[in-house]
């Protein structure tokens, strides 16, 4: 259990890291009027990282009950 731990710790740092990143890029680029494309790929990076998280948490919170 503590090696799945340590595992999946530096995963979901890393995927809050890129996360928080993306969406500070996307408002970044929507405010300054970069081309749209720009700023749907951070969304679209931001959406992947929100949905990883999310089942990362079900998956290991299914393995404790």
């Excluded at 928080?20 to 749907?40: D, I, P, Q, R, Y």
Aim: aromatic fraction near 4%.
């Amino acid at each position: 259990m503590t090696e799945n731990k340590e595992r999946t710790g530096g995963t979901r740092t890393l995927l809050w890291l890129v996360l928080v990143v993306s969406a500070a890029a996307n408002a970044v680029a929507s405010g300054t009027g970069v081309n749209v494309l720009v700023g749907a790929g951070f969304g679209i990076v931001t959406l992947a990282c929100a949905t990883a998280l999310v089942a990362q948490h079900y998956r290991h919170r299914a393995g404790r009950g």
